[in-house]
């Protein structure tokens, strides 16, 4: 029986996993969770799972939910989080929030000695050697979520280091895919939210079309994987049914293919180093297209593969300003191409220190942010 | 340095195992290795690899041959290829025969301690059950050259065996792929040996064609990897670039790929269990394709699978009356279409044993072989 911390449990990865351990109710249990904004959801997640720690967005709910859930301890907000993080309980901590709010929480768990499952990219894009030195220093693990990673991961595993040439990770390219740059300029946030393949949140659907997420995920793989920008790849392919490959010096390839089911990944990590033994998304070949990435068309990720090199508080500038400027087309008040020209502009004008702390990662961050908002305001 | 034997060196798994060993000179080394009957190709090998025995097919050019290489060993024949495989010095014994003669020579390098690398599927389909028990009383290794299999071996090699569901053979369709049965009446041999893909031997291509090497293969596969029939799947896959697949029990599916370039199996079966440091083929990705396989339009891969459950004889059976059968529509003696209906009338007329001795199935072989060359004779 494992015992899981999960942040985000109301957001999308987070419910998948809530299904998994109902699905498995020997195998998992759920100690503490985090919930959203969303009431009946929260309601719905707190009937089911008999957390023995809650988090709550705000505490307008608090004392009803004490009443009705006498044995459960509730926290709230930020400071919540990192409660459930340092819970002292032994357990596996998943980290399913969305955006930089993630980064905390992290660093917290593993000083805990609790082992990480991450679906937050963020915590790796803006401090990425301050958690693998923390790894380390407290000697818990680390493993991916998200599909692209775990596939490498599941890959990766299995290989002697020395042989593989590079990895490879696939991106269908997202809802507007079939638009030249041109068409990109009056692009509504409809459409920009209809990804072809995935049902994921609205940010990560939005940095999808902008290619941003597979710049997060090529530091994150920088990050997990330890292994320098020219062995990461990215390839384009529209069905999102390879995940991940990884090329050995010989020249073979090997690849990892499923459906566009996040539960898979999920159960994967939460199974580790066992498999799970039965399917929940049988899988059907079908028809398989690769393309080479055009780094003209997605700017942001050829961005990515820049800061992630120059490192230091780069890849926290360019995530900072990206999740900013999403969030304001999000809201109507920027075009889909302003994300890139926000998100570009500010990694230009950004004055890099190397070795940044912790307490200088999150002020720039925040200063980033903040900075993209007011910005937009003064306009 | 390994030491290799070659049976089979101047057809075109030989040639390219050679091609490897000129380029690592300081990896490999030929000791002993069995000629054809191509002349030029012959005195090519004997000037480039010196080696410590060579087999010939006649008695031709012996004297010219040993007054040339002195301190070369010359046999002949059956007797030749049997001399290589008991030769008393350690080493890798790598079958690259074409058809039912592969077998003996295997069973005496078992018994002389060597490890095996086998491109001669005949070996495992004739006598499968046989061969696992000497490679287990011997304790030596077989692994296998093809693409296909050495795929799977790549992929099973690092998966604990009760986490496979199945594993997936892909099949290019070899030369006649998209005519219907209808318009395979009068096809010739011309057309039949086009394939679109691998530069292979006749047999072997005609095999393609006519789906009975990817038969052939799921029998080779069951022996190989210990395998149930129904957790061992065919799949239509054309561009030939997917050699293997393995169906995870969660669900996930992993994949080999690589150029259809038989050095690179070669490569990988040589230097396990390293991986070489250098590709010889640099791998694009490109369109990849899949179809279901359709029994109706390759009876024989069907009849491949029945005669694997059904054991004893009638692997034996199926594969000579099919190697008789090439022969002679590579003669213009038969149809394309005659191939399969000798093999399945050879297959249906024939009173099957349970566990045949090695002497039980070379006779079979042989009987059968000679009474579809009879047959036809008759006509």
Not at 181 to 202: C, F, V, Y
Not at 275 to 292: I, V
Not at 313 to 339: Q, R
Request: some cysteine.
């Amino acid at each position: 029986m494992k015992h899981l911390y999960l942040l985000g449990a109301a957001g999308s990865i987070g419910r998948q996993t809530l299904d998994l351990v109902s699905r498995f109710p020997e195998q998992f249990k759920i100690i503490g969770l985090s919930l959203g904004s969303q009431q009946q959801i929260n309601e719905e997640i707190l009937k089911t799972h008999h957390a023995k720690i809650v988090c709550l967005r705000s505490s307008e709910n608090i004392n009803l939910y004490q009443s009705l859930y006498p044995d459960t301890t509730f926290v709230v907000g930020n400071d919540g989080l990192m409660a459930i993080a340092a819970y002292p309980d032994q357990g596996v901590f998943i980290n399913a929030l969305s955006g930089s709010a993630g980064l905390k929480p992290t660093i917290k768990a593993i000083e805990s000695k609790k082992d990480i499952l991450l679906a937050n990219k963020e915590t790796l894009v803006m401090a990425g050697e301050i958690v693998r030195k923390k790894i380390k220093e407290h000697q818990v693990s680390l493993y991916p979520i998200d599909s692209e990673h775990n596939a490498l991961w599941q890959l990766i595993d299995h290989e002697d280091k020395n042989d593989i040439e590079k990895i490879i990770i696939t991106a269908s390219g997202g809802a507007l895919r079939h638009l030249t740059r041109d068409q990109l300029k009056h692009i509504k946030k409809e459409d920009a939210l209809k990804h072809p393949n995935w049902s994921m949140g609205a940010k990560i659907t939005i940095d999808s079309a902008t290619m941003m997420n597979k710049g997060l995920e090529v530091i994150e793989a920088h990050y997990l994987f330890d292994l320098p920008y020219d062995k990461i790849e990215t390839l384009l392919h529209e069905e999102s049914l390879i995940h991940g490959m990884i090329q050995l010096k010989d020249g073979s390839l090997k690849a990892l293919l499923g459906n566009a089911d996040m539960r898979m990944p999920i159960l994967y990590a939460l199974s580790y180093p066992n498999r799970a033994k039965q399917s929940l998304s049988p899988f059907e070949l079908t028809d398989l297209h690769f393309k080479k990435m055009d780094f003209n068309r997605y700017p942001l990720l050829k961005l990515a593969y820049e800061v992630g090199i120059k490192k230091g508080l780069l890849p926290t500038v360019m995530n900072a300003a990206n999740e900013a400027a999403v969030k304001l087309f999000l809201e109507d008040k920027i075009s889909f191409l302003d994300i890139e020209k926000i998100v570009i502009e500010e990694v230009n004008a950004f004055q890099n220190i190397n070795n940044p702390s912790l307490d200088d990662i999150i002020q720039c961050d925040d200063m980033i942010q903040k900075k993209v908002f007011d910005y937009k305001k003064k306009r």
